[in-house]
């Protein structure tokens, strides 16, 4: 007899309060009185259980309709709960917000609503401009090409600087970003791989990772987004290589680079605070104790800046670099009592 799927279960153990709470007031507005009731129920029922058990579940439901048709109220509830979650979470990044503006302009695009698409699709493409988000770009280009042929106006596909061309520069940046995807991947496996060991061989697959043509130099990174990651890779295999110099050298690239922009996005900040992390600890690993105090002051006022932009993963993460920092440069120095009132802060922040 086949398993009954805990799918359902485990959607709702993932749950957060708030999100609980918005899937009650989704359902409530989108379903039928009488269905709604016992979508509530199933989930409660669900949402009690330690573990998932189907027949602890059924004798815990007193509905039968619940009882003999669960497999389908279970799916429902699933569906339920990802459009809740989808209406709840649908501004919470930049991708998402450009995604819902794009299946509106979709939908306004097929009931042939073509100004009122191209200035749902206006803002779309200028929050994925600004965040880089180039399959989304294309996206958007080739609906504004469905439109532009269906009213005839060609001019805006082929003239300089139209859609045509557009999508070919998009299409380019993000097959230099793919390229540094996938060397990032690879990097990944080949330190998740030979982590416990130091041979000869390690030594030799990361040269090969550095002397990869994509990290020869910053220029051959065309878009913020594969320059951060150039500047993550190449920083950080040189110093697994030892070459501490060299990977200053390159966090101090990475740093002129952000500083040189108007504004940081939050993929910005994580990468910016890494970076700082690392060039603090370089800064002690070469004697400059000095220069690393200040680094990690940098990285606090930054911290404290931004932390109203900054995603919670992302504030957790920073937090939890700037604390290493901190207790690190206390135990490198014999100071274990500001060690000791840094770890006291951190295990309460």
Same mark, same amino acid.
């Given at each position: 007899?086949?398993?009954?799927?805990?799918?359902?279960?485990?959607?709702?153990?993932?749950?957060?309060?708030?999100?609980?709470?918005?899937?009650?007031?989704?359902?409530?507005?989108?379903?039928?009185?009488?269905?709604?009731?016992?979508?509530?129920?199933?989930?409660?029922?669900?949402?009690?259980?330690?573990?998932?058990?189907?027949?602890?579940?059924?004798?815990?439901?007193?509905?039968?309709?619940?009882?003999?048709?669960?497999?389908?109220?279970?799916?429902?509830?699933?569906?339920?709960?990802?459009?809740?979650?989808?209406?709840?979470?649908?501004?919470?990044?930049?991708?998402?917000?450009?995604?819902?503006?794009?299946?509106?302009?979709?939908?306004?695009?097929?009931?042939?609503?073509?100004?009122?698409?191209?200035?749902?699709?206006?803002?779309?493409?200028?929050?994925?401009?600004?965040?880089?988000? /180039?399959?989304? $770009?294309? %996206?958007?280009?080739?609906?504004?090409?469905? !439109?532009?042929? =269906?009213?005839?106006? &060609? +001019?805006? #596909?082929?003239?300089?600087?139209?859609?045509?061309?557009?999508?070919?520069?998009?299409?380019?940046?993000?097959?230099?970003?793919?390229?540094?995807?996938?060397?990032?991947?690879?990097?990944?496996?080949?330190?998740?791989?030979?982590?416990?060991?130091?041979?000869?061989?390690?030594?030799?697959?990361?040269?090969?990772?550095?002397?990869?043509?994509?990290?020869?130099?910053?220029?051959?990174?065309?878009?913020?987004?594969?320059?951060?990651?150039?500047?993550?890779?190449?920083?950080?295999?040189?110093?697994?290589?030892?070459?501490?110099?060299?990977?200053?050298?390159?966090?101090?690239?990475?740093?002129?680079?952000?500083?040189?922009?108007?504004?940081?996005?939050?993929?910005?900040?994580?990468?910016? /605070?890494?970076? $700082?992390? %690392?060039?603090?600890?370089?800064?002690?690993? !070469?004697?400059? =104790?000095?220069?690393? &105090? +200040?680094? #990690?002051?940098?990285?606090?006022?930054?911290?404290?800046?931004?932390?109203?932009?900054?995603?919670?993963?992302?504030?957790?993460?920073?937090?939890?670099?700037?604390?290493?920092?901190?207790?690190?440069?206390?135990?490198?120095?014999?100071?274990?009592?500001?060690?000791?009132?840094?770890?006291?802060?951190?295990?309460?922040?």
């Amino acid at each position: 007899m086949k398993t009954p799927s805990d799918d359902l279960f485990i959607l709702i153990k993932s749950l957060s309060s708030a999100e609980k709470r918005y899937f009650k007031i989704f359902s409530t507005i989108h379903s039928g009185k009488s269905f709604n009731k016992k979508y509530i129920i199933l989930f409660d029922a669900i949402d009690r259980l330690k573990q998932y058990d189907e027949k602890k579940l059924k004798t815990r439901l007193k509905d039968d309709t619940l009882k003999s048709n669960l497999k389908m109220f279970k799916s429902y509830v699933s569906e339920v709960i990802l459009n809740s979650l989808e209406k709840y979470h649908q501004n919470s990044t930049k991708q998402l917000q450009v995604n819902h503006l794009f299946a509106q302009a979709h939908i306004l695009c097929s009931k042939r609503l073509f100004p009122l698409c191209e200035k749902v699709l206006k803002k779309a493409e200028s929050i994925a401009e600004s965040e880089e988000l /180039f399959p989304e $770009l294309i %996206n958007i280009l080739f609906l504004k090409i469905e !439109i532009a042929r =269906a009213t005839e106006q &060609y +001019e805006k #596909i082929f003239s300089t600087n139209g859609h045509k061309q557009r999508v070919s520069s998009f299409s380019n940046l993000l097959h230099n970003y793919t390229e540094y995807l996938f060397l990032g991947l690879n990097a990944e496996q080949v330190l998740k791989k030979n982590f416990l060991t130091r041979k000869n061989t390690d030594r030799i697959m990361h040269k090969q990772i550095l002397a990869n043509t994509l990290l020869l130099n910053s220029t051959k990174a065309k878009s913020a987004t594969a320059k951060r990651m150039y500047f993550n890779l190449k920083s950080r295999f040189l110093m697994i290589m030892g070459q501490d110099q060299k990977a200053y050298d390159v966090i101090l690239e990475c740093i002129s680079f952000y500083k040189s922009k108007n504004t940081l996005a939050n993929q910005d900040l994580s990468f910016y /605070f890494i970076t $700082l992390y %690392n060039k603090a600890i370089i800064e002690f690993i !070469i004697g400059q =104790a000095k220069t690393a &105090y +200040e680094t #990690i002051h940098c990285f606090q006022e930054m911290l404290e800046r931004y932390m109203h932009q900054l995603s919670a993963n992302a504030l957790v993460n920073g937090n939890d670099q700037l604390y290493t920092l901190k207790i690190g440069s206390c135990i490198s120095t014999g100071d274990f009592k500001a060690a000791e009132k840094h770890l006291d802060e951190f295990e309460h922040a």
